[in-house]
């Protein structure tokens, strides 16, 4: 199983079908579903019946597929996740080779770059033990933080398309970022 190394403030675990109630807790928050759904709060029955029966379908902790749980190392406080999977994973165009990097955060912990310092340390994780060199991360046009986020990344804007996805198609950026292989 792919473990990710504490960072400077931060500890990851892989996130499992057990992790609901914290998955309810961070989707509260209007002002962290504002990009997701129009600020909407999700719902139990959303996170049981279709929230963690998704993340059980892209979740492999040999490639590091999955939801990485974020804490503070400071107190053990559960303040996000970093998602990873394959590039268009639930379409016809699934690629192994490009991995999406994806983010939630309490609102609480914005503006401290704990986000942009958690999805380094899985991308290092991930390029050191499993190879990947290719990594991609899409957001509404309208959601800057993420946008800005990518670009600490050191992603690059590819495209704004149309991203599809079984729960609904919409307008997205692209971005991604090519690493130098070990």
Request: proline share 4%.
């Amino acid at each position: 199983m792919l473990t990710i190394k504490h960072s400077e403030r931060l500890s990851y675990l892989i996130m499992d079908d057990t992790d609901a109630d914290l998955l309810f807790e961070l989707d509260q928050d209007p002002a962290v579903m504002k990009h997701i759904n129009k600020g909407n709060p999700t719902s139990r029955a959303e996170i049981n019946d279709i929230f963690i029966p998704r993340m059980m379908q892209y979740r492999n902790p040999e490639k590091g597929w999955g939801l990485w749980q974020v804490n503070t190392l400071a107190d053990d406080e559960f303040i996000g996740w970093i998602l990873v999977r394959p590039m268009h994973f639930f379409s016809d165009e699934r690629d192994d080779e490009d991995i999406e990097l994806g983010w939630r955060f309490m609102q609480k912990s914005w503006g401290k770059g704990y986000a942009t310092e958690a999805a380094k340390a899985v991308m290092t994780a991930l390029q050191q033990q499993v190879g990947y060199t290719k990594f991609s991360a899409v957001a509404v046009p309208d959601n800057i933080g993420s946008i800005r986020m990518m670009e600490k990344l050191d992603m690059q804007y590819q495209k704004t398309a149309l991203h599809k996805d079984p729960l609904g198609d919409l307008e997205a950026v692209y971005y991604s970022v090519t690493m130098e292989s070990n």
